[in-house]
C-alpha cells in the first residue's frame, strides 16, 4: 500500500511538472508571453489559430478598435509553421507566436506591415510582440491563466471582458459552405431543450418570407417580459415564429393539448365588440402577446388555424392569402429550394434562429455551452438543394424498399422494411425522416396510394394478422391499424366504389374483408376453403360490386360483396402473373418458350412473343428472348426492344419521358446498372455498381430519376436529372 501511495506522488508529481510547462505556453516565463501581457484593459482577446480557416468571414472586426487590425488583414502568414495571432481588442497590441524561433529576416519582413514610426516590434524566442507604447496591465491579475482554457481544435478563440471580473469565452469553428460555429460559456443561462423548429413550423409557412426568428418557450420567457406574462405563454409547447410575409409581420404559435388558442382568446376577451368570428377566421383586440406583436399595442389580429399551429396577422387580407397559399401547397416544405435559402447550413436543433437576407445565425444551449452557428452571405444567397447520390447503412438487410413520391419533401422518398418488423422513411436526399416498427414483420409487397384524391401519398401494408395505413408524416391513417381475427395470406388491392377508397384482402380461411379507407371493416366473405395467395380484386360487373379471387389450388372465384349471394366458379387456371387492367383481370403466362395472355372470363389465350416473361406490372409485360428484352403495352403493342450485351437480367424497369424511352437493367452478373435511351446506348456516367436488381421511379414534378440497389446492407441511390 506504501508503495502505492509512494507510486502516486511521484506520478501526480510528474504531471504537475508537464502541465506546469505547458502553461508556458507562454515558453519558459517569457515576460512578453501573452499570459503576462493581456488583462483587463484589454475589454476582449481575439485569438486566431488558424487564419486560413477564417477568411470567409471577417473575425477581425470584433476587435476592430485596435489600429494594427488591417496590417494584420495584409500580413501573408504562409511561411510561418503554425502561427498563432493574438489582438487585444482595445490597446495597440499584437502578438505573432509560431513554432519555431523567430528569425531576424523573418521579424524584418513582418516590420515591413508596420510603418509608424512609434511601433515597435520585441521578439523572444517563439513570440513576437508588435506594440506602441506598451507598458505592462497596471492589474490584480498579473498573468491571463485563462488563455490555457481555450480549444486549441478550434478556428479562433475571443475573451469578452463582462466587467464583473469574469471572462466569457467564445470557441469558434469553421464549419462548411462559409458557416461558423460559436461555443461560448454561459454558465448562469438555463434555457429549455433545443427545438426542431424546421420540420414544426415549415409545414404551414408560407415559401416566400422574407426573414424568420423562432424562439423557444423558455428562451422567449427569459428575453421577453410581455411574451412570459401574458397568455400565449400559458399554450405555447416548443416556441413560436415571427417572419414578414409581403411586408407584414406574421406570427405563428403551436400549442399544448388542449389548450386550443382560440378558445383560450375568446374566453379572455373583455368585450363582445372585440370578437369577431367568419367561417374560416377569428379575429381578436386587446391582447399583446410579444413586446413587437402586435406593432400597434393590443390592436387588432386575426388568427387562422393551420393543421396544429395558429397564425396571427394584423390584417385581414394578409390572414386570407396566407390560407390561400396554404390549400396551393405554396409552403416552405414544399418548396425545397426556399427551405433551403432559409435554413441550410443551420442546425436543426436550436433554442434562437434569426434569419434574413443579409445574416443566418441560430443559438443552442447545451450542458452550459452556446452552440452559435452563423455566417454574413453577400446578400440574398439561395443555396439549391444537394442533388447528389447517396448512401445509407441499416441496421438489419432490408426485406423490401418501396419508392414514394413524397408531397412534403418535393421528391421521392423510400419506404424501407426488415425481417425484424421495422420500417422507416428515408427522404430524398438519404436522411432517416421517422422509424416505425409493426406488431410482427411486413408481409407480401407494400402499396403506394393516394387515399383521399389529392397527390398526397401513404403506403398501405400488411403483417401476418394486421393492415396498416400510414402517411408521409410516419402517422396512422384513419383507423388503422385493422386487426384481422384470421391469418392474412394475400396482399391488398385498392379501388373505388361509390366515390370512396376500399381495400380488399384474403386470409388462410378463404375469405376476402373489404375495408374503407378509416380501417373500418365493411364485410367479409367466404369464397372456398383453401387459402386466397393471390391479390384480390374489384370490379364492376353489370353495376354489382363483385371481387375475382383465386386459391391456393389455382381455382378462380367471382363473388359479391354487397350481395349477399354464393360465390361463382370459375374455371380452374394456370398462370403467372394476374393483374387487374382496365375492368378485367388478365392473365399471363409461359408455355413451351411462348408468352400468352387470357382474361378470366375468355378461354382463348392471346400470342404475345417468344422468351421468357420477367415480370408484368400495371404498364407494361417485359420479356427476355436471349439477349433481347421486349416490352409490350396491355393492348400487346411492342414498345420497346433492347438488345443486351449480357445475358443474366437481375431486373428491368421501363418509362418515357418527352418522347424518349429509357430502361433500368440490371447486369446480374457483373453487378452493374445500365439505363439506356432510345438508341440503345448508355447514358452519361453508366453503368454504375449495384447488387442483385435495380429498383428504380421516375419523379414527374422535380424530372429526377430515383434508382436503388443495395450494395452491402447499405441503400444507395443514384439521381439522374432531366
Same mark, same amino acid.
Given at each position: %500500500?506504501?508503495?502505492?501511495?509512494?507510486?502516486?506522488?511521484?506520478?501526480?508529481?510528474?504531471?504537475?511538472?508537464?502541465?506546469?510547462?505547458?502553461?508556458?505556453?507562454?515558453?519558459?516565463?517569457?515576460?512578453?508571453?501573452?499570459?503576462?501581457?493581456?488583462?483587463?484593459?484589454?475589454?476582449?482577446?481575439?485569438?486566431?489559430?488558424?487564419?486560413?480557416?477564417?477568411?470567409?468571414?471577417?473575425?477581425? !472586426?470584433?476587435?476592430?478598435?485596435?489600429?494594427?487590425?488591417?496590417?494584420?488583414?495584409?500580413?501573408?502568414?504562409?511561411?510561418?509553421?503554425?502561427?498563432?495571432?493574438?489582438? =487585444?481588442?482595445?490597446?495597440? /497590441?499584437?502578438?505573432? !507566436?509560431?513554432? =519555431?524561433?523567430?528569425?531576424?529576416?523573418?521579424?524584418?519582413?513582418?516590420?515591413?506591415?508596420?510603418?509608424?514610426?512609434?511601433?515597435?516590434?520585441?521578439?523572444?524566442?517563439?513570440?513576437?510582440?508588435?506594440?506602441?507604447?506598451?507598458?505592462?496591465?497596471?492589474?490584480?491579475?498579473?498573468?491571463?491563466?485563462?488563455?490555457?482554457?481555450?480549444?486549441?481544435?478550434?478556428?479562433?478563440?475571443?475573451?469578452?471582458?463582462?466587467?464583473?471580473?469574469?471572462?466569457?469565452?467564445?470557441?469558434?469553428?469553421?464549419?462548411?459552405?462559409?458557416?461558423?460555429?460559436?461555443?461560448?460559456?454561459?454558465?448562469?443561462?438555463?434555457?429549455?431543450?433545443?427545438?426542431?423548429?424546421?420540420?414544426?413550423?415549415?409545414?404551414?409557412?408560407?415559401?416566400?418570407?422574407?426573414?424568420?426568428?423562432?424562439?423557444?418557450?423558455?428562451?422567449?420567457?427569459?428575453?421577453?417580459?410581455?411574451?412570459?406574462?401574458?397568455?400565449?405563454?400559458?399554450?405555447?409547447?416548443?416556441?413560436?415564429?415571427?417572419?414578414?410575409?409581403?411586408?407584414?409581420?406574421?406570427?405563428?404559435?403551436?400549442?399544448?393539448?388542449?389548450?386550443?388558442?382560440?378558445?383560450?382568446?375568446?374566453?379572455?376577451?373583455?368585450?363582445?365588440?372585440?370578437?369577431?368570428?367568419?367561417?374560416?377566421?377569428?379575429?381578436?383586440?386587446?391582447?399583446?402577446?410579444?413586446?413587437?406583436?402586435?406593432?400597434?399595442?393590443?390592436?387588432?389580429?386575426?388568427?387562422?388555424?393551420?393543421?396544429?399551429?395558429?397564425?396571427?396577422?394584423?390584417?385581414?387580407?394578409?390572414?386570407?392569402?396566407?390560407?390561400?397559399?396554404?390549400?396551393?401547397?405554396?409552403?416552405?416544405?414544399?418548396?425545397?429550394?426556399?427551405?433551403?435559402?432559409?435554413?441550410?447550413?443551420?442546425?436543426?436543433?436550436?433554442?434562437?434562429?434569426?434569419?434574413?437576407?443579409?445574416?443566418?445565425?441560430?443559438?443552442?444551449?447545451?450542458?452550459?455551452?452556446?452552440?452559435?452557428?452563423?455566417?454574413?452571405?453577400?446578400?440574398?444567397?439561395?443555396?439549391?438543394?444537394?442533388?447528389?447520390?447517396?448512401?445509407?447503412?441499416?441496421?438489419?438487410?432490408?426485406?423490401?424498399?418501396?419508392?414514394?413520391?413524397?408531397?412534403?419533401?418535393?421528391?421521392?422518398?423510400?419506404?424501407?422494411?426488415?425481417?425484424?418488423?421495422?420500417?422507416?422513411?428515408?427522404?430524398?436526399?438519404?436522411?432517416?425522416?421517422?422509424?416505425?416498427?409493426?406488431?410482427?414483420?411486413?408481409?407480401?409487397?407494400?402499396?403506394?396510394?393516394?387515399?383521399?384524391?389529392?397527390?398526397?401519398?401513404?403506403?398501405?401494408?400488411?403483417?401476418?394478422?394486421?393492415?396498416?395505413?400510414?402517411?408521409?408524416?410516419?402517422?396512422?391513417?384513419?383507423?388503422?391499424?385493422?386487426?384481422?381475427?384470421?391469418?392474412?395470406?394475400?396482399?391488398?388491392?385498392?379501388?373505388?366504389?361509390?366515390?370512396?377508397?376500399?381495400?380488399?384482402?384474403?386470409?388462410?380461411?378463404?375469405?376476402?374483408?373489404?375495408?374503407?379507407?378509416?380501417?373500418?371493416?365493411?364485410?367479409?366473405?367466404?369464397?372456398?376453403?383453401?387459402? /386466397?395467395?393471390?391479390?384480390?380484386?374489384?370490379?364492376?360487373?353489370?353495376?354489382?360490386?363483385?371481387?375475382?379471387?383465386?386459391?391456393?389450388?389455382?381455382?378462380?372465384?367471382?363473388?359479391?360483396?354487397?350481395?349477399?349471394?354464393?360465390? !361463382?366458379?370459375?374455371?380452374?387456371?394456370?398462370?403467372?402473373?394476374?393483374?387487374?387492367?382496365?375492368?378485367?383481370?388478365?392473365?399471363?403466362?409461359?408455355?413451351?418458350?411462348?408468352?400468352?395472355?387470357?382474361?378470366?372470363?375468355?378461354?382463348?389465350?392471346?400470342?404475345?412473343?417468344?422468351?421468357?416473361?420477367?415480370?408484368?406490372?400495371?404498364?407494361?409485360?417485359?420479356?427476355?428472348?436471349?439477349?433481347?428484352?421486349?416490352?409490350?403495352?396491355?393492348?400487346?403493342?411492342?414498345?420497346?426492344?433492347?438488345?443486351?450485351?449480357?445475358?443474366?437480367?437481375?431486373?428491368?424497369?421501363?418509362?418515357?419521358?418527352?418522347?424518349?424511352?429509357?430502361?433500368?437493367? %440490371?447486369?446480374?452478373?457483373?453487378?452493374?446498372?445500365?439505363?439506356?435511351?432510345?438508341?440503345?446506348?448508355?447514358?452519361?456516367?453508366?453503368?454504375?455498381?449495384?447488387?442483385?436488381?435495380?429498383?428504380?421511379?421516375?419523379?414527374?414534378?422535380?424530372?429526377? %430519376?430515383?434508382?436503388?440497389?443495395? /450494395?452491402?446492407?447499405?441503400?444507395?441511390?443514384?439521381?439522374?436529372?432531366?
Amino acid at each position: %500500500m506504501k508503495r502505492f501511495l509512494l507510486f502516486g506522488l511521484v506520478l501526480a508529481a510528474v504531471l504537475w511538472t508537464l502541465y506546469s510547462g505547458y502553461d508556458l505556453f507562454l515558453y519558459k516565463g517569457n515576460t512578453i508571453a501573452p499570459k503576462r501581457v493581456f488583462c483587463e484593459q484589454d475589454e476582449s482577446i481575439l485569438v486566431v489559430n488558424r487564419v486560413n480557416e477564417i477568411k470567409e468571414v471577417d473575425y477581425f !472586426e470584433l476587435v476592430d478598435k485596435n489600429p494594427y487590425v488591417n496590417a494584420v488583414k495584409t500580413l501573408d502568414t504562409k511561411p510561418y509553421s503554425q502561427l498563432k495571432i493574438y489582438l =487585444s481588442g482595445s490597446r495597440p /497590441i499584437i502578438i505573432l !507566436e509560431k513554432e =519555431s524561433v523567430w528569425k531576424e529576416s523573418e521579424v524584418e519582413t513582418i516590420s515591413n506591415h508596420f510603418k509608424d514610426d512609434k511601433t515597435s516590434l520585441t521578439k523572444e524566442e517563439n513570440i513576437l510582440l508588435i506594440s506602441t507604447n506598451f507598458s505592462s496591465c497596471e492589474s490584480d491579475t498579473s498573468a491571463t491563466d485563462f488563455f490555457i482554457e481555450g480549444d486549441k481544435k478550434a478556428s479562433a478563440n475571443f475573451w469578452l471582458n463582462q466587467k464583473n471580473g469574469n471572462w466569457k469565452r467564445t470557441d469558434v469553428y469553421a464549419l462548411d459552405k462559409g458557416f461558423f460555429e460559436y461555443r461560448s460559456s454561459q454558465p448562469i443561462k438555463t434555457y429549455g431543450n433545443a427545438v426542431n423548429d424546421i420540420s414544426t413550423f415549415a409545414p404551414v409557412l408560407p415559401s416566400n418570407i422574407s426573414t424568420y426568428n423562432f424562439n423557444e418557450r423558455f428562451f422567449a420567457e427569459n428575453n421577453d417580459s410581455i411574451f412570459a406574462n401574458n397568455l400565449m405563454s400559458s399554450w405555447v409547447d416548443l416556441g413560436f415564429v415571427m417572419v414578414t410575409y409581403e411586408d407584414e409581420t406574421i406570427l405563428i404559435s403551436d400549442y399544448r393539448s388542449q389548450q386550443e388558442p382560440g378558445l383560450i382568446l375568446l374566453e379572455k376577451s373583455e368585450s363582445e365588440d372585440s370578437v369577431k368570428i367568419m367561417d374560416d377566421l377569428r379575429s381578436f383586440t386587446g391582447f399583446q402577446f410579444t413586446k413587437d406583436f402586435p406593432k400597434k399595442p393590443k390592436g387588432r389580429v386575426y388568427l387562422v388555424e393551420l393543421e396544429d399551429k395558429v397564425v396571427f396577422t394584423e390584417k385581414e387580407s394578409i390572414a386570407r392569402q396566407i390560407l390561400v397559399d396554404y390549400q396551393l401547397g405554396k409552403t416552405l416544405t414544399l418548396n425545397p429550394t426556399r427551405k433551403e435559402q432559409f435554413f441550410g447550413g443551420l442546425p436543426a436543433q436550436v433554442n434562437h434562429r434569426a434569419i434574413d437576407i443579409n445574416e443566418k445565425n441560430s443559438l443552442t444551449w447545451k450542458k452550459k455551452l452556446l452552440f452559435e452557428v452563423s455566417t454574413k452571405p453577400p446578400g440574398e444567397r439561395i443555396v439549391e438543394a444537394e442533388k447528389t447520390n447517396w448512401s445509407i447503412g441499416l441496421e438489419a438487410s432490408p426485406k423490401g424498399l418501396i419508392p414514394i413520391p413524397d408531397h412534403l419533401r418535393n421528391g421521392t422518398s423510400v419506404f424501407v422494411y426488415d425481417k425484424n418488423a421495422n420500417y422507416k422513411l428515408i427522404s430524398p436526399n438519404g436522411k432517416t425522416i421517422w422509424k416505425g416498427r409493426t406488431n410482427k414483420p411486413i408481409e407480401g409487397k407494400p402499396i403506394v396510394i393516394d387515399v383521399f384524391e389529392n397527390k398526397k401519398h401513404q403506403v398501405l401494408f400488411r403483417t401476418e394478422n394486421s393492415v396498416y395505413l400510414i402517411d408521409l408524416n410516419g402517422n396512422s391513417v384513419g383507423g388503422f391499424p385493422y386487426k384481422s381475427d384470421s391469418k392474412i395470406t394475400s396482399d391488398l388491392s385498392e379501388f373505388i366504389w361509390n366515390g370512396t377508397k376500399r381495400f380488399v384482402f384474403g386470409s388462410e380461411k378463404g375469405e376476402i374483408t373489404m375495408l374503407n379507407s378509416a380501417g373500418q371493416e365493411l364485410t367479409i366473405i367466404k369464397v372456398g376453403k383453401s387459402p /386466397i395467395n393471390t391479390i384480390p380484386y374489384a370490379l364492376n360487373v353489370g353495376g354489382a360490386l363483385r371481387v375475382w379471387v383465386s386459391n391456393q389450388e389455382k381455382k378462380q372465384f367471382l363473388a359479391y360483396l354487397e350481395t349477399p349471394a354464393s360465390p !361463382e366458379s370459375l374455371e380452374k387456371k394456370n398462370y403467372d402473373y394476374a393483374i387487374k387492367i382496365g375492368g378485367t383481370v388478365k392473365f399471363y403466362f409461359e408455355n413451351e418458350g411462348k408468352i400468352y395472355s387470357q382474361s378470366y372470363m375468355n378461354e382463348n389465350s392471346t400470342f404475345i412473343g417468344k422468351g421468357k416473361l420477367l415480370k408484368v406490372d400495371k404498364e407494361y409485360i417485359y420479356l427476355k428472348d436471349n439477349n433481347n428484352i421486349q416490352i409490350y403495352d396491355h393492348n400487346h403493342n411492342l414498345r420497346h426492344s433492347q438488345n443486351l450485351s449480357f445475358n443474366e437480367v437481375g431486373s428491368v424497369d421501363f418509362f418515357k419521358y418527352n418522347d424518349t424511352h429509357y430502361t433500368v437493367i %440490371m447486369d446480374y452478373l457483373q453487378n452493374k446498372i445500365n439505363l439506356f435511351n432510345d438508341v440503345q446506348e448508355n447514358i452519361e456516367g453508366f453503368p454504375k455498381e449495384g447488387r442483385e436488381k435495380a429498383i428504380s421511379y421516375f419523379h414527374r414534378d422535380s424530372k429526377t %430519376m430515383y434508382i436503388y440497389t443495395l /450494395i452491402s446492407k447499405s441503400i444507395v441511390c443514384y439521381k439522374i436529372y432531366f
